[in-house]
């Protein structure tokens, strides 16, 4: 966190403010090495700012995951039982 400082050094956009995105898409890549080596720590948050355009958002998987690993279920109807 606090990567901000290095204003965009290390790292490079795929998609832009707006765009919507899907699963597996390449948002950002980045240098890992190098940012941590400059003194920051590497975790990266999931924020979700559209909340309200679903039923539900439930959080699948926490902590360190592989990549392509679900995060979040996403449920966008009731389902009928």
Same mark, same amino acid.
């Given at each position: 966190?606090?990567?901000?400082?290095?204003? /965009?050094?290390?790292?490079? #956009?795929?998609?832009?403010?707006? %765009?919507?995105?899907?699963?597996?898409?390449?948002?950002?890549?980045?240098?890992?090495?190098?940012?941590?080596?400059?003194?920051?720590?590497?975790?990266?948050?999931?924020?979700?700012?559209?909340?309200?355009?679903?039923? %539900?958002?439930?959080?699948?998987?926490? /902590?360190?995951?592989?990549?392509?690993? %679900?995060?979040? #279920?996403?449920?966008?109807?009731?389902?009928?039982?």
């Amino acid at each position: 966190m606090d990567t901000i400082r290095l204003d /965009g050094k290390y790292f490079s #956009a795929h998609v832009k403010q707006g %765009d919507q995105v899907r699963k597996g898409q390449l948002l950002i890549t980045f240098g890992q090495a190098a940012i941590e080596q400059a003194g920051y720590i590497t975790e990266t948050p999931i924020v979700i700012t559209n909340t309200d355009d679903y039923l %539900d958002i439930v959080t699948v998987a926490e /902590g360190s995951v592989q990549s392509w690993a %679900d995060l979040l #279920a996403v449920l966008t109807q009731r389902s009928r039982i």
